[in-house]
Every structure is written in structure tokens, then in C-alpha cells.
């Protein structure tokens, strides 16, 4: 059976004017978006993440930014190409997202409650008044807020980060969107609300039958919430591959990197975890070939002077190394 494909981005490449001059803070990034999956965006912090996911939702900032090249193919339809107000009909009704930070997306000096009926009155004008009230409140209750009738009148500052937090997912699934991306939806969040807010999210997925981007830079969410994994280091994507194939054979030395990082129970206690070396170069100043080159145990002369191209390295599953999978550097480990 064909998995059908809700939102395919080609080639994105994404540029910032800055005072030291033009960065290129994402560049030919490619992944598909399947129907009624999760798929997860992981890399260390100033990958290209959040980028990719504003310039989806065509939210970049202007005019520093801009989208210099590809495409974002929703339901075929090229969302870069769409007028201002088509896409103010997309966004948020067929396109919703979580922000990375509920205390900053939320408007301080105004009630939840009018933040809330404020989805509706932008995409379903047609309500009453009334309508949007108890539509607003089901709502609250859906995402499990206790109270919803008390929290409607309450603002962000006299909510916990936990609350603030179900309702930016309240906000963003008022009207049940088919695609969902939420940006580091857990952050600052104690693990035992992180874990109440992501469950949350898997169960509108499921019911829904909708599609999530869930971007983060914790594998151990991405293991046990998606099916598919994009992982990005410096602007570009390093490696793509359902879940399980990719935590089981990693195939680019960053991502083998990341997951040999990660605690274990089963090493000996008090042992110094392995860790990638260096540091992530400066987007002003990128290497001339692959820009994982000074931090990788694999690599060659050949590495440095020739960027690497996404290769087929099986099913589903790419990886842009010149050496992904040669066995005679397999042996090589991270210290």
C-alpha cells in the first residue's frame, strides 16, 4: 500500500541577512511528510530546525530572511508560491504549529479566553459569539485543562508552563489541521508533564488521523514517538530514516555520534560518556566540503574538499556521507 504524501519540501534553501553578512541558515533540505505519521526533526541546537519549520509555515522574519530556493508541496500545492491571503487560509486551519516557548507565544496582557475564540473568529466567522465561547471551552477540556470556564478568564502569567502549554495545543488544533509541527513542545517542562504533553499530542494524532512534525533535539522523544527521523547538523540534513532503522543501524558518523552520547543502563556506572569532538562550524565561515569533516573519526582527505550528496544507503534510508556504511571505517569510535 502507497503512503500517501501530505507535505513534500524540495531543495529548501533559506538565507539571513546579518551585520557580518548573508548566512545560509538551511540549504537543500529534502524530506516527505506521510499521512497519519510523526516524523522527527532532531540536531543540536542552530541546526536549521525551527528555520525549516517558519519557512513552511511562511513565518520568517522580514525582511532579514528570505526562502532563496525549493519548494513545500502541500497536498501538491506549492505553499511558497501561494498569495498572502490563501495562505492565511492554510495557516493555522491546514497548517498548525506549536511554538517553542508558550510564555513568549501567548499575548501577556490578554485573557486566554480571548485568545482561544480568536482562532475561531479568524477561520470560522460564521459562529456566533456563543459558539466560539463553547467551542473555545470543549476545547480547553479536550487538551485536559481542569476548570476550562475559570482557565478562560485567567491570563498566561497565573498558568504553569505545563497549562500555557495545553493551551497553545488547544489553539493549534481548534481546527483540527491536518498537519501539525510542534517546535520543542516540552521545553522547560518538568519530565512529567513533558511526557503528559507529548502523549497528548499522539493522542490527537491518532484520533485524527493527523500528521505531525515534532522537532527536537532529544533522541530519546524521537525514539519513542515517531515513525520517521530527519536528522540536520549545520544547515543540511545529515541522515533520513524511519525510526527503528535508524537507531539501530545509523549510518552517518553524526548520528552514530549522537546515539553512542546518550546515557545507558546498561554501561558500567560512572563512566565517561563518548562525545563528538569540536564544535559546529560558524554558518559565516562553512568548511568546503562536508561540514561535518573536522569533528568525524571517518574522515578522509576526499571529505574535505567535495560536499557530500544524499545517498540511497536502503530502503527509505539516506545519508549524506561519502563513507556511510564502507566497513573498513565502521571500526572507528567516538572517544
Not at 270 to 286: D, R
Not at 316 to 329: E, I, S, Y
Request: net charge positive; proline share 6%.
Amino acid at each position: 500500500m502507497v503512503e500517501k504524501i501530505v507535505l513534500d519540501v524540495q531543495d529548501l534553501v533559506v538565507e539571513f541577512d546579518t551585520e557580518l553578512g548573508v548566512v545560509r541558515a538551511v540549504e537543500q533540505v529534502d524530506f516527505q511528510l506521510k499521512k497519519a505519521r510523526i516524523l522527527g526533526i532532531a540536531g543540536e541546537s542552530g541546526c536549521g530546525k525551527s528555520v525549516t519549520a517558519l519557512s513552511i509555515m511562511r513565518l520568517l522574519p522580514k525582511p532579514v530572511s528570505r526562502i532563496v530556493n525549493g519548494k513545500a508541496l502541500f497536498n501538491g500545492q506549492d505553499i511558497f508560491k501561494l498569495s498572502a491571503p490563501d495562505m492565511h487560509h492554510i495557516r493555522g486551519r491546514k497548517i498548525s504549529m506549536i511554538f517553542q516557548e508558550p510564555m513568549t507565544a501567548l499575548n501577556p496582557v490578554h485573557g486566554i479566553g480571548k485568545q482561544v475564540i480568536e482562532i475561531y473568529k479568524l477561520h470560522f466567522p460564521e459562529l456566533s459569539f456563543h459558539e466560539m465561547t463553547i467551542a473555545a471551552v470543549k476545547m480547553l477540556e479536550k487538551v485536559g485543562i481542569p476548570d476550562p470556564d475559570k482557565v478562560m478568564k485567567k491570563y498566561p502569567h497565573q498558568l504553569s508552563g505545563g497549562m500555557r502549554q495545553r493551551v497553545m495545543i488547544a489553539m493549534s488544533l481548534a481546527c483540527e489541521p491536518d498537519i501539525l509541527i510542534a517546535d520543542e513542545p516540552t521545553t522547560a517542562l518538568d519530565v512529567t508533564v513533558q511526557t503528559q504533553i507529548l502523549e497528548l499530542i499522539k493522542s490527537f494524532q491518532r484520533t485524527a488521523g493527523m500528521s505531525v512534525i515534532l522537532i527536537t533535539h532529544d533522541l530519546g522523544v524521537i525514539a519513542e514517538n515517531c515513525d520517521d527521523v530527519v536528522v540536520m547538523y549545520a544547515g543540511r540534513i545529515a541522515e533520513k530514516a524511519c525510526v527503528k532503522t535508524l537507531f539501530k543501524h545509523p549510518l552517518h558518523p553524526y548520528t552514530k555520534g549522537l546515539l553512542t552520547s546518550i546515557p545507558s543502563l546498561a554501561k558500567e556506572p560512572k563512566t565517561i560518556l563518548p562525545t563528538i569532538k569540536g564544535n559546529v562550524p560558524s554558518l559565516l565561515n562553512m568548511p568546503e566540503g562536508c561540514r561535518f569533516a573536522d569533528r568525524c573519526p571517518l574522515v578522509e582527505e576526499f571529505c574535505r574538499k567535495n560536499v557530500p550528496g544524499e545517498r540511497k544507503v536502503g530502503q527509505n534510508h539516506t545519508a549524506a556521507c561519502h563513507l556511510a556504511g564502507v566497513k573498513n571505517h565502521e571500526k572507528r569510535e567516538f572517544i
